[in-house]
């Protein structure tokens, strides 16, 4: 059975709110009722709660920024028809100027964490925006269907709501497709359908943020096949929704033993967790695509919703590459190296490989396309051939840097109490200190840099970088669909074509 003709009320849906403050983000998470396991118990409050206290505080710092007035212009925009004001991120471009907003947007947002919380509140809201885009999409299976996505996204849009995802099965056992695991409720799937909606059950990877998240959009970016239609489903959950339990992967926050000597860490942890749905009950008007495998994958490709969740990704990532340039250029002048050819044939490939992300974030708008509905469309080849690329780019970055400072980053004192203890105290300012700075300040930049790069938080940033867009595989055959292979051929057809060379 399908879903009814025409949805029920939306009930939760409210007229457009003020702009939401990060103090009412922190009251509503506080408030949230939500499920989060982390060492085996169960976490009430997220806001308070040591592992996860001051990441929340981060994402309100994300709704204050919006809500300044000097940040409006950039931060919103007013949707038509409305009065006040909605985020930008939620906005459906509809000229280069348009996306070029987003794009600041992400920008600015991204520099209040130097590009470390890649699943910021923007990040699914614009795929949220790339669905309500192409509604028709949707209403294939059912005109509630289309229906659906719209008002949700006019919703998540008025009440500027933060929603996680989690779109990849459990690594149980890949060899099999979802319906033949061991037990059916391994992936999360459809278990039960009634009149007012569908229930779920089973495990579902890997939503980053969710612990501090209003909504998760749950659904299935692997490949599926037929006999997997309970598993081909697009919907949206509330995260205090009975039933679902988010279980946190270490938090690293817990080992951050104070800011100084771990200034990235604690407080830029946004967690990844796992999803468990346990007879979770979803209402027809939050469900996008049911059992419907070709929706749940076209979902992806033939609404703009990957290019622009990917456009925020890439505008995230470039901020935070130029963050790590401006961290090797500081360790180079501590260092007093920062004039030394050697090292600047270095910076010049770092310079090179960052400024090659952000011209291709900036080409994705300049050769933006706009469709029969007035949709702009990012450019596909220049978004996925930079993504295709960074599981290489990334490695080779941190790899230079590391170069770059040899013992710098690990040959320092054990923490800030050495420079606080009169037994240690004088040595430590002595021989830690630099020919530009004092010994404080050098060693507060090189925590800075082992933070960044070689503490737990900073390594699981680079495996984070090397899947965020799924395995490079994938992000190539990406390409591979999206390159314009016949205007190439062209040139070798024409090659072929030439005619013989005269004799005169």
Not at 37 to 61: M, Q
Request: glycine content about 6%.
């Amino acid at each position: 059975m399908n879903a009814p003709s025409s949805p029920k009320v939306f009930e939760s849906r409210r007229d457009p709110a003020p702009l939401r403050s990060g103090a009412d983000f922190l009251a509503d998470l506080k408030a949230g009722g939500r499920s989060v396991y982390l060492e085996g118990e169960r976490v009430t409050d997220p806001t308070s709660h040591p592992a996860f206290r001051e990441g929340a505080r981060a994402i309100a710092r994300l709704y204050d920024v919006a809500r300044a007035r000097e940040n409006r212009e950039i931060m919103t925009y007013v949707p038509s028809g409305a009065q006040t004001p909605a985020l930008r991120c939620y906005q459906i471009p509809r000229s280069h100027a348009d996306l070029r907003m987003k794009r600041l947007a992400a920008e600015k947002w991204a520099e209040t964490n130097f590009g470390l919380m890649g699943r910021s509140p923007d990040h699914v809201a614009n795929f949220l925006a790339g669905f309500a885009a192409k509604p028709a999409l949707f209403a294939a299976a059912g005109e509630a269907f289309g229906d659906n996505v719209v008002r949700f996204h006019e919703y998540a849009q008025n009440n500027h709501l933060y929603a996680a995802y989690a779109i990849v099965p459990p690594q149980i056992d890949r060899s099999k497709p979802a319906h033949k695991q061991a037990d059916p409720t391994l992936y999360a799937g459809v278990v039960k359908e009634t009149d007012a909606g569908i229930v779920m059950s089973g495990g579902q990877q890997l939503a980053t943020g969710g612990v501090f998240a209003d909504y998760l959009h749950l659904s299935c970016i692997h490949p599926l096949q037929p006999g997997d239609e309970n598993y081909a489903v697009s919907v949206m959950i509330p995260m205090n929704a009975p039933g679902l339990r988010l279980y946190s992967r270490r938090a690293f926050a817990l080992q951050a033993t104070n800011a100084w000597d771990y200034p990235l860490t604690s407080r830029f942890d946004e967690t990844d967790s796992f999803v468990v749905l346990d007879n979770v009950f979803i209402p027809w008007e939050h469900v996008f695509a049911y059992r419907n495998i070709e929706i749940c994958r076209d979902q992806w490709w033939k609404t703009p919703a990957h290019l622009y969740g990917n456009h925020q990704a890439q505008a995230r990532y470039a901020t935070k590459l130029r963050f790590l340039l401006g961290l090797a250029k500081r360790m180079n002048e501590a260092t007093g190296n920062d004039g030394a050819p050697p090292v600047q044939v270095q910076m010049g490939e770092l310079a090179a490989l960052a400024s090659i992300v952000e011209g291709m974030l900036h080409a994705h708008e300049t050769m933006a396309t706009i469709d029969e509905d007035g949709v702009l469309w990012p450019s596909r080849t220049a978004l996925y051939s930079v993504m295709a690329l960074q599981s290489e780019i990334n490695p080779r970055m941190i790899e230079i840097v590391r170069e770059l400072t040899g013992a710098a980053m690990i040959t320092l004192p054990s923490s800030t109490k050495d420079f606080e203890s009169p037994e240690t105290a004088a040595d430590v300012e002595r021989f830690f200190r630099s020919a530009s700075t004092d010994a404080k300040a050098r060693v507060a930049l090189m925590r800075l840099a082992w933070d960044f790069i070689g503490s737990e938080f900073g390594n699981r940033h680079q495996q984070y970088e090397k899947f965020y867009g799924g395995a490079s595989f994938i992000v190539k055959m990406n390409m591979f669909r999206s390159y314009d292979f016949k205007r190439a051929g062209a040139l070798v057809d024409a090659a072929l074509s030439l005619p013989p060379l005269s004799e005169d």
